[in-house]
């Protein structure tokens, strides 16, 4: 079993939509929980962070863990084409003491 | 305040060569990471030091591969002799603390022919 899974994409949304990111991982000692949003060429940029089971909103995006379903998802409200990019989730294992990235999801915000 | 600094920002080497990398931390940042991202894949790490410290460097192909932090500030990643499959992009992140919110740098991106 992979240490976390997202589903590769592309994930397609309207313009104006809600884009729902989701990602699940295996380690139960997962502390931390990170969103990064990573364009074509350029390095990961850390959008969002989680530690407590819930949402967490900042702007236009939510973040949202569920602990107990080993579950976390990033939702981005009134989608726009700059939204377009690669979302990359991450855990911090208390157990390994080290983050562990997904392979990421491809957004495309059609206009 | 200033982001994490890599240079160069690309290199091209023949395989065998050697070639090195350098990473200036954001300020205060006691934590620093190198990872090693391929096309269509999240990053890996490779190594990760406290201050001066390398604290977790099990997947650092030590045969090619060497790092260091001194003075526990920036920090070089070394490979030699370079192989066809060491072509990626290799980027450095610094964290303040336990809570690993990581910061990119803008990589380094690497291709051996």
């Known amino acids: 079993q992979k240490e976390v899974e997202q589903n590769s994409g592309p994930l397609s949304v309207p313009e104006g939509a809600i884009a729902s990111l989701n990602c699940t991982y295996s380690d139960r000692g997962s502390q931390s929980f990170f969103w990064y949003r990573q364009y074509s060429g350029k390095s990961p940029e850390l959008i969002m962070f989680?530690?407590?089971?819930g949402d967490k909103e900042d702007g236009r995006f939510t973040a949202q863990l569920n602990k107990a379903s080993q579950y976390v998802s990033l939702l981005i409200r009134d989608s726009q084409p700059s939204d377009s990019a690669t979302y990359l989730c991450?855990?911090?294992?208390?157990?390994?003491?080290?983050?562990?990235f997904g392979i990421g999801t491809k957004l495309q915000v059609i206009p | 305040e200033a982001g994490v600094v890599q240079s160069p920002r690309y290199k091209i080497i023949e395989k065998k060569q050697p070639v090195a990398f350098w990473c200036n931390p954001i300020s205060g940042h006691n934590t620093l990471y190198w990872y090693l991202q391929n096309l269509g894949q999240g990053p890996e790490l490779l190594i990760r030091?406290?201050?001066?410290?390398?604290?977790?460097d099990s997947q650092l192909p030590k045969d090619r591969f060497s790092a260091e932090r001194l003075k526990g500030v920036d920090s070089t990643l070394k490979i030699q002799p370079a192989e066809l499959g060491d072509s990626a992009v290799y980027l450095c992140?610094?964290?303040?603390?336990?809570?690993?919110?990581?910061?990119f740098g803008p990589g380094t991106r690497l291709t051996v022919t």
């Open positions: 030091y406290e201050n001066e410290e390398a604290v977790d």
């Open positions: 992140a610094s964290s303040l603390g336990e809570r690993n919110e990581q910061y």
């Open positions: 989680i530690y407590s089971n």
């Open positions: 991450a855990f911090f294992s208390g157990g390994y003491q080290k983050v562990t």
